[in-house]
C-alpha cells in the first residue's frame, strides 16, 4: 500500500506565536517554524507521523515540541510500537529537565504503520482519528476530564465548552513534582488493519475545539485531494474563530 500525507500548521487568530510541531518520517519543525509540507511513501515504506501541542508560554512551548518531534528521528525505520514506551521515558525526561526553574511540556498523538497495520498513540489531548467508509472515529483517549465527561455523557457540550477547566489536561510530555519525573501515561489501541480509502487525522486542539467531528467528516467526504481536504479544514478552524494553534496531519490510503 501507498500513503500520501500532508502537513499544514497555523498559528491561529489570536496566539503571538506557534507552539506545536508535527512530524512525518524525518521531517518537522525546526526553530520555531513548524511550516506545511506534504510526503508520498514509497511501497511498503513505514510511516511514523505525529503532532505535538507545546505548553509553558514564552518560547518554552515551541521548545517542548521540538523536542519531542526531534527525538522521533531515531525511530525512523524501527519498529515504533515496540519502542514508543522508550521514546515516551526519554523524551518526558528531556522536556522536564530542560528548564528546572519553569514547567513546560508537550502533547503527543501518533501515528504508526507497518505491513499494511496501523496503531495510534497519545498523551494530552491532541486527538487521532480514523474516516473509514463514511465513518468517523476517535481513536485516541482525551486525558482531559472536562472531554471526558462530555464523552460519557454527563456534561453536555455547551457545559464542556464553558467549563473552566476545559482546557485543562492530565497527561504530557514533560511531566514532573518537585523536581522529581512522573512517567505520563501512553493510551494505545490495538493494531487496525489498513484499507484503501481510509484517512487518518492527527490534529491538536486547535482544530477540534473550533471544527465539529460532523464538520471533519464532511469534509472528507468530499473528492479532492488530500492537501484540499487539510487546507479546507485549517480554513474552517480559522472561521470559527482560530482561538489557537492548528496544527493537522493527514494520511491518506491510495
Known sequence: MKYNAVVVSHKGNVREVNEDNAFINGYYGKNGNCLSWGHESNEN???LAAVFDGMGGEANGEIASEMAAKNMLEFIGKDFS?????YIEKTNADIAMFDKEHNMGTTFVAFFEKNGKYQFYNVGDSRGYLYRAG???QMTLD???VRRMQQEGVLTKEQADRHPQRNS???????KENGNLIKPDCHKVE??????GDIIL?????????VPDDCIKDIFMKDCPTKEKAQLLLEQALEAGGKDNI???LVEVI
Open 45 to 47: 515504506e513505514i510511516i
Open 82 to 86: 515496540k519502542n514508543v514506551d522508550f
Open 135 to 137: 465513518k468517523l472515529s
Open 143 to 145: 486525558h482531559n476530564l
Open 169 to 175: 489536561i492530565s497527561q504530557f510530555l514533560g511531566m
Open 191 to 196: 493494531m487496525v488493519a489498513a484499507k484503501e
Open 202 to 210: 492527527l490534529c491538536t486542539d486547535g482544530l477540534t475545539e473550533m
Open 247 to 249: 496544527t493537522i496531519i
